[in-house]
């Protein structure tokens, strides 16, 4: 059984950066799709960025580009995110075990994937 914690969280001010990170135990990650999501209160959990196909390749929603960065190191992954802005405030949790694929935008989708962690909260306010 997979079991992901997720560390990093914590109060910023708008501009400001947080690096989030998803240990996996139980599991190799490299093997599978993984993905970081956030729910912001009363909103639908969304897909921020994800590792899906077997190259690495990097996927982000449209509003995160240029401004988050996804990356993976043997059983961790890491969503570093600079300039920070209030509506990122959300809790941001990471998933694991979706199958590989060249269809990127799959990665961004809750149900790819099997595992969850518990979440981290990042709220940026000034």
């Known amino acids: 059984q997979v079991q992901l914690v997720e560390s990093g969280g914590g109060l910023v001010q708008p501009g400001g950066s947080l690096r989030l990170s998803c240990e996996a135990s139980?599991?190799?990650?490299?093997?599978?799709?993984v993905g970081w999501f956030r729910q912001a209160p009363g909103k639908e959990r969304e897909g921020v960025s994800c590792?899906?196909?077997?190259?690495?390749t990097p996927y982000y929603l449209d509003s995160v580009k240029g401004r988050f960065t996804i990356s993976r190191d043997n059983n961790t992954v890491f969503l570093q995110m600079n300039n920070l802005k209030p509506e990122d405030t959300a809790v941001y949790y990471c998933?694991?075990?979706?199958?590989?694929?060249?269809?990127?935008?799959?990665?961004?989708?809750?149900?790819?994937?099997?595992?969850w962690g518990r979440g981290s909260q990042v709220t940026v306010s000034s």
């Open positions: 998933a694991d075990g979706g199958t590989l694929t060249t269809n990127l935008p799959l990665g961004l989708m809750k149900g790819w994937y099997d595992y």
């Open positions: 590792i899906v196909s077997s190259d690495g």
């Open positions: 139980g599991g190799n990650l490299e093997f599978y799709s």
